[in-house]
């Protein structure tokens, strides 16, 4: 029997925290058995980068634990407040086939301009009575990046499948559940305001990767998914746009794998063009942007109904 509580956010939201807290601390536990059992090392030697078996291990670990915070309190969100499970986390609602062509070009196309934010916010500077601050913020960034390039390191083209599973697919799938096709809907039906309600699950979406340096990028894609799942009512389009955003990377990786050890992500700064590219890239987008809102006018306009407010 399904949990009566439709119209009772707060519920909904103590519930969808308390199933995420479960599942990542049994998943995490699990992960960690099973890597233990696998590996054989121990807490200590998980620093060591430069060992392949400490970076398989760990790549392992996050894909349970990603698992667990990401796939299964959705899951288990949806089983227990609805009778139907797709239906309740909108994997069932038909798209118009347009629309992933619109979400492909989109995501190529704001490439540039994403490549500025990503630029200025790791160029940011905070006031000289939060240097300390700072320094910590910039030595846990450098940690991420660390991690991250030793996760992007590749032995056959089968590695480069189980890696697009770990930072592509499970994200992807796991992140857009959570946070559109939960905790959005729960933060709209809270507030009776579908834009705080994107722009609250945008920030908790950004803020929960920990990395200040990169917030802001985060931030836009978190308010690009939000709206388009908003406007369309299909999570599949945000699950795609999301699996475009970091399996390229990931491709990018494996065939160009010098790319890695650049920590400078700008490619195009160095452009005597580069202000027009990311100038471009920014009306394009926008342009899409549009155009995905038009081609979904009637879900905007019965969500404009729904809310009683112009969108």
Known sequence: MALEIDNKPFL???????????????????????????????????????????????????LFSAVGLFIVPPIFYGLFTSKKLFNKLSLVKQTKPINYLL????????TPFISWVIESNANMILPEFMSGIEQWMRNSESQAEELTRAFLTFNGVGSLFYILVIVAVVPAIGEELLFRGVLQKIFISWTKNPHIGIWLTAILFSALHMQFFGFFPRLLLGLMFGYI??????????????????????????????????????IFEDSQY????????????????????????KEVAKNQNNHSISV
Request: charged share 10%; hydrophobic share 50%; net charge negative.
């Open 103 to 110: 979400i492909l070009l989109l995501m190529i196309i704001s």
């Open 12 to 62: 909904q939201l103590i519930l969808i925290l308390c199933l995420c807290l479960i599942s990542v601390i049994l998943f995490s536990i699990i992960g960690g058995l099973i890597t233990v059992g696998f590996y054989g090392y121990d807490a200590l030697g998980m620093n060591n980068l430069g060992d392949t078996n400490t970076i398989d291990g760990l790549k392992l670990f996050q």
């Open 229 to 266: 799942f908003y406007w369309s009512e299909s999570l599949w389009l945000p699950i795609l746009g999301h699996f475009i955003n970091n399996g390229s990377v990931v491709v990018a990786s494996y065939f160009y794998p010098e790319s890695m050890k650049n920590s400078d992500i700008s």
């Open 274 to 297: 580069g202000i027009m590219i990311y100038i471009g890239s920014f009306i394009f987008s926008a342009i899409m942007f549009y155009l995905i809102r038009r081609v979904n006018q």
